[in-house]
Nanobody
Framework: QVQLVESGGGLVQPGGSLRLSCAAS????????MGWYRQAPGKQRELVAT???????IYADSVKGRFTISRDNAKNTVYLQMNLVKPEDTAAYYC??????????????WGQGTQVTVSS
């Protein structure tokens, strides 16, 4: 019913920048909160940042001041600008969207994940 397509991952050097994008499409009435999570090998998935429809954001302490989440409501797209990246930012990054469907039921969806590797 709803697809989340992520892009923008890759290999980046420590101190560099990367921008992730996630576009939602399908039987969407409106997209509520959107967010980014990450999962490193052997670790649990953790919150990176979220943003609601009013633009209110929440960040993990580990990325505050370095990452910025934003969204384009007209395009149902969320972005994650990653600056001053560190090797510990290496993980698979997953997009999440809380969606109110055309049928008026509410569901949460995940993207397929995009790999970010920080290494020199």
């Amino acid at each position: 019913q709803v697809q989340l397509v992520e892009s923008g991952g890759g290999l980046v050097q420590p101190g560099g920048s990367l921008r992730l994008s996630c576009a939602a499409s399908g039987s969407i009435f409106t997209v509520l909160a959107m967010g980014w999570y990450r999962q490193a090998p052997g670790k649990q998935r953790e919150l990176v940042a979220t943003i609601n429809t009013d633009g209110i954001t929440i960040y993990a302490d580990s990325v505050k001041g370095r990452f910025t989440i934003s969204r384009d409501n007209a395009k149902n797209t969320v972005y994650l600008q990653m600056n001053l990246v560190k090797p510990e930012d290496t993980a698979a990054y997953y997009c999440n969207a809380d969606v109110l469907l055309v049928a008026m039921n509410r569901r949460s969806y995940w993207g397929q994940g995009t790999q970010v590797t920080v290494s020199s």
